[in-house]
């Protein structure tokens, strides 16, 4: 299974982060590859370099190494965490209507606010649904089973 992570023609990107020497300063590595389309292994134990001196990432097995300091990796960390947030909470094609017996841990509310599914208990023909907000506040609310529910997202099921 892949990183999720691919560059602009869709090809897989492996990432590699790693903390540089303390000497002369504090830095942050990332080394970018580039998939070979067969098993070969990249030695990360090679010293990064400016990424002007790097290969572009055009072929199976080039890279694109940069470095940062600690405090430009804790922004681009939080930078992240945001865009991945915004495109998690972005809207659906269509909104999905399951009934409140069928809710799941993660699922999304549809609505001006993110309401998160925590957890669902199900005691005969009423549901307990315990919602998060995205402000972090949690509360318990009671649904009959059959109670429509309308939802922004749904995550995939694992197994």
């Not at 990432?15 to 830095?27: D, F, I, N, Q, Y």
């Not at 572009?56 to 939080?78: K, M, N, Q």
């Amino acid at each position: 299974m892949g990183s999720g992570i691919t560059d602009a023609d869709g090809h897989g990107v492996r990432v590699t982060v790693t903390a540089g020497p303390a000497a002369p300063a504090p830095h942050v590595a990332l080394r970018f590859t580039r998939a070979p389309s067969t098993a070969q292994a990249v030695d990360a134990s090679r010293p990064a370099v400016p990424a002007e001196a790097a290969p572009s990432a055009g072929t199976a097995g080039e890279e694109l190494l940069w470095s940062c300091t600690p405090e430009a990796a804790r922004e681009l960390a939080a930078s992240l965490v945001r865009a991945a947030e915004e495109a998690e909470n972005a809207p659906g094609e269509r909104p999905l209507t399951v009934p409140a017996a069928g809710l799941r841990r993660g699922d999304v509310r549809d609505g001006d606010r993110a309401m998160t599914v925590e957890s669902v208990r199900t005691d005969g023909g009423t549901v307990q649904v315990t919602w998060r907000s995205g402000a972090g506040r949690s509360w318990t609310q009671a649904y009959d089973a059959d109670t429509a529910i309308t939802l922004k997202r749904r995550l995939r099921e694992s197994g």
